[in-house]
């Protein structure tokens, strides 16, 4: 069975840090480009960045450009976003997509003071 | 860049419904990837279609994906019930990808 699982969302401060994971199962994770798009509440869908099977290509949306950074370890299945100097609007769930085929369920993101 | 979709379709059960995906950037071809996702309240995306036409394993053979007047299109043909969602297409500008505002379907 296929899975993704998103984790590390919390609430955070505005200027904040903080790392989301995804762990993949149930397909062959290296061979799969690896995105995150967020959802604001009650907005639509947002790409954000996705990165290379073999991690040496990555592209990202220019609202997140200099303050995110996605990275792999295709020895743990995992692809992870690295997200700095957060603002209000970066509030979301948060979620990983393999390819263009599975998603994760998501993981909540709030910054609020 | 700026991806367009209709804001709401409303189609009768049984009934044939066209969702559409512009671009601002001029006509959608199938450079652009034209993909598409349904999403029902509370949960998580779906894909349901990629590459312009291609269905996944899981999608139902009533969804179908092609290019239509310059943009991308989901055509459903025999609405059912469980259809009414949020549905977005996404496509893909040399780098990075872009989705579309939504369109929420109604099957009424």
């Known amino acids: 069975e296929v899975q993704l699982v998103e984790s590390g969302g919390d609430l955070v401060q505005p200027g904040g840090s903080l790392r989301l994971s995804c762990a993949a199962s149930?397909?062959?994770?290296?061979?799969?480009?690896m995105t995150w798009v967020r959802q604001a509440p009650g907005k639509g869908l947002e790409w954000l960045v996705n990165?290379?099977?073999?991690?040496?290509?990555?592209y990202y949306v220019d609202s997140v450009r200099g303050r995110f950074a996605i990275s792999r370890d295709n020895a743990k299945n995992s692809v992870y976003l690295h997200m700095s100097s957060l603002r209000v609007e970066d509030t979301a769930v948060y979620y990983c997509?393999?390819?263009?085929?599975?998603w994760g369920q998501g993981t909540l993101v709030t910054v609020s003071s | 860049t700026v991806v367009t979709q209709e804001p709401s379709l409303t189609v009768s059960p049984g009934g044939t419904v066209t969702l559409t995906c512009a671009s601002s950037?001029?006509?959608?071809?199938?450079?652009?990837?034209p993909s598409w996702f349904q999403q029902k309240p509370g949960q998580p995306p779906k894909s349901l279609i990629y590459?312009?036409?291609n269905r996944h394993s899981w999608t139902p053979a009533r969804f179908s994906g092609s290019l239509l007047g310059g943009k991308g299109a989901l055509t459903l043909s025999g609405a059912q019930p469980e259809d009414e969602a949020e549905y977005y297409c996404?496509?893909?500008?040399?780098?990075?990808?872009?989705f579309g505002g939504g369109t929420k379907l109604t099957v009424l």
């Open positions: 996404l496509l893909h500008y040399s780098g990075p990808w872009v």
């Open positions: 950037a001029g006509t959608v071809t199938s450079d652009y990837n």
């Open positions: 590459y312009t036409t």
């Open positions: 149930g397909f062959t994770f290296s061979n799969f480009w």
């Open positions: 997509m393999a390819n263009l085929d599975y």
């Open positions: 990165i290379k099977t073999d991690g040496t290509v990555t």
